[in-house]
């Protein structure tokens, strides 16, 4: 049986996903440019909660039904998503904050880095007005840049040039709201050209705990519902 809270949304889903099937979103179509995409990678992500003032914990990996669950919580899990956001159908990632301002983090170690990062961050059309949800992207530790969505027919757009460094690095993404109700969000994410060569320079300012991996998954995709 579905979670509840994604039993009104079961037409439009519908909907969204025979309308992607015919007109796929095309910021995310794969092209020759295209270094690195959250579509693509996001089973393969070490994901963690981060609560104040704790250490990380890592979400659970549920190979059975091909998502993360970071909660007991119906809605806390990191998966595909297809249906209406922002006023349109959407492909992307379903990355709803927790409860307490706590961080979800997606990371990965090593992976590949192009020079141009630009994120999409979305709430599903039903959601009203409330408090921000915040999209956080980080590079060798550095963020490097930042977007926001308030309301289901927000689009939230943000992109910049990435620094130099290695062809391959960490890439890791935060997700937080102050108050996570009913901040149903999905993410696009990805990176294009490749990195200009030199030495990466890690934030100063960054203070992310160092945290126990996940363990070993197959990477297996799935949509929602």
């Not at 490749?194 to 070993?216: F, I, S």
Request: with cysteine.
């Amino acid at each position: 049986m579905l979670p509840w809270i994604f039993s009104v949304f079961l037409i439009a889903y519908a909907v969204a996903a025979s309308t992607l099937a015919l007109h796929p979103p095309p910021a995310i179509a794969k092209s020759k440019g295209l270094a690195w995409r959250l579509e693509d990678n996001w089973a393969q992500a070490e994901v963690h909660v981060q609560r104040r003032g704790q250490p990380e914990q890592p979400c659970a990996w549920k190979k059975g039904d091909g998502l993360f669950q970071c909660a007991e919580d119906s809605y806390a899990f990191v998966s595909p998503y297809a249906g209406y956001a922002a006023g349109q159908a959407q492909t992307c990632t379903w990355l709803h904050p927790l409860p307490g301002g706590a961080t979800t983090i997606l990371r990965w170690p090593k992976t590949t880095i192009g020079n141009h990062l630009q994120m999409r961050l979305a709430l599903l059309d039903e959601v009203g007005p409330g408090t921000p949800v915040q999209l956080k992207a980080f590079v060798d530790n550095r963020q490097v840049v930042a977007v926001s969505a308030t309301e289901g027919r927000e689009l939230g757009f943000a992109q910049a040039d990435l620094p130099t460094g290695p062809a391959t690095s960490e890439f890791r993404l935060e997700i937080q709201a102050a108050d996570n109700a009913w901040r149903l969000a999905c993410a696009q994410v990805w990176m294009t050209g490749e990195r200009a060569l030199g030495h990466a320079t890690p934030g100063a300012t960054d203070k992310a705990v160092p945290a126990a991996g996940n363990p070993p998954r197959d990477p297996v995709t799935r949509r929602v519902p």
